[in-house]
């Protein structure tokens, strides 16, 4: 007979360890069902760092919840034992054309965020070590920054497991199917459990899981790769932000250096060059990692250096970049959050607490109308 939980949670990545976590602190008999190891490499949350920004070009609605992941991204740092999320403000910059920073700006002022506006030499006073073209217009943002992805997941799998949940790895979910009695059973490679809840935060599997998904959802190789600065002084904070660049060769971003790894950069943000997750291979393409090289001499020659560890990450989008949180038509026990398009790991302990808002208590706080599959027309 399957084993019975209040709630199965499928894919222990960045979302779903936060889900585990959210669901069992509010005493939920929870089961994580990961296909890997928790803290992988295939997905969607590795490479040590995110950044995290209030500021958000993406949408001026994204601003309350992002407010709640960093007031959880504290509480994790404090169970956890160490910080996951550091300060150093953001910097976004946007060439002529691009209206990247407008959009940020519009965020702010509809938030009340304390931002400046700067222009090319206030840039190269503050943070020299980038090389602006002329005319590139860019906002500051003191409590952008960046957390810890992997150490954040580690740290909401051991909470999860504290707080009484049990968690498989190397354990596939094939399929789940509703139950006569209103719950859901889920059948995996090693066998099958039931439970009154779902949350699916597969990830880059999603579509393979939710086929009614599978044409409003893809997914995108991204390139990460660390640099030596020839002048590391320049590349720490406060004297370096994290920062996203949006240009003619792209959108790229990066992080001030944490470790002793060098500081980290990814992009093009907007490469859509297409990888089955079921693939293992995650070499970046020498595209990518061409024009992140391009980038580096061109815009910060003072740690273009030759690339280290570079690794290839995946991006599932949806067609308009917003998230997928929603339960599945005529069947509401199951709830679905993912499709992050490249911008959700800053949220994931918020996300993690809207589900087991929805799970525990039916509903959620937060503004969660506008990632509805509504939008695509599936209801
Ligand atoms: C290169 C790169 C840079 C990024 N930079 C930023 C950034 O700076 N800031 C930001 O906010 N966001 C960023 N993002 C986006 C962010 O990282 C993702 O939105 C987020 O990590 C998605 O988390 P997830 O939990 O949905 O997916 P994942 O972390 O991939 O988790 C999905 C999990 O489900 C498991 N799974 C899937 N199917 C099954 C199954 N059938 N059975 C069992 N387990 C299963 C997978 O193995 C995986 O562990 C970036 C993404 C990439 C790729």
Do not use: N
């Not at 939980?5 to 602190?25: K, N, P």
């Not at 407010?67 to 976004?92: C, D, F, H, K, V």
């Amino acid at each position: 007979m399957a084993r019975h939980y209040d709630a199965i949670v499928v894919g222990l990545g960045g979302v779903g360890t936060a889900a585990a976590y959210q669901l069992s602190r509010r005493g939920q008999r929870v089961l994580g069902i990961e296909r890997f190891e928790i803290g992988h490499q295939q997905g969607s949350s590795h490479g040590e760092t995110r950044i995290i920004r209030l500021a958000y070009f993406e949408g001026t609605t994204y601003v309350p919840i992002v407010r709640r992941a960093y007031r959880l991204w504290q509480e994790l740092g404090r169970a956890a034992g160490s910080p996951i999320l550091y300060r150093t403000g953001s910097l976004e910059m946007s060439e002529p054309g691009y209206d990247f920073v407008d959009r940020s700006r519009a965020s702010c002022l509809d938030h009340g965020l304390a931002h400046e506006m700067l222009d090319v030499d206030a840039v190269k006073q503050r943070f020299p070590a980038f090389e602006l073209s002329a005319g590139t217009r860019a906002i500051y943002q003191p409590d952008g920054g960046y957390v810890l992805c992997e150490a954040a997941i580690d740290a909401h799998a051991r909470l999860a497991r504290s707080a009484g949940a049990d968690l498989h790895t190397g354990e596939i979910v094939l399929d789940f199917r509703a139950t006569a009695d209103g719950g859901v059973e889920v059948r995996t490679d090693r066998g099958r459990y039931s439970a009154g809840h779902l949350v699916l935060t597969a990830g880059p599997w999603m579509r393979q899981l939710v086929p009614a998904l599978h044409d409003h959802l893809a997914t995108f190789k991204q390139t990460i790769a660390w640099f030596a600065p020839f002048r590391a002084e320049l590349f720490q904070p406060p004297t370096f932000p994290v920062f996203i660049h949006f240009g003619d060769d792209g959108e790229f971003y990066g992080l001030p250096m944490h470790s002793g790894r060098g500081m980290k950069v990814g992009g093009p943000h907007f490469a859509r060059e297409p990888i089955d997750p079921d693939v293992t291979d995650r070499t970046p393409s020498s595209s990518q990692l061409a024009a992140l090289q391009a980038f580096m001499a061109r815009h910060l020659p003072a740690a273009a250096s030759p690339p280290q560890q570079p690794t290839g990450c995946i991006y599932t989008k949806t067609p308009d970049e917003h998230f997928i949180i929603d339960r599945l038509p005529g069947t509401p026990q199951v709830l679905m959050i993912s499709a992050c398009s490249g911008h959700g790991y800053k949220f994931a302990p918020a996300l993690g607490e809207i589900a087991a808002e929805l799970v525990v208590d039916g509903a959620t706080t937060q503004a969660i109308e506008q990632f509805s599959l509504a939008r695509f027309g599936l209801v």
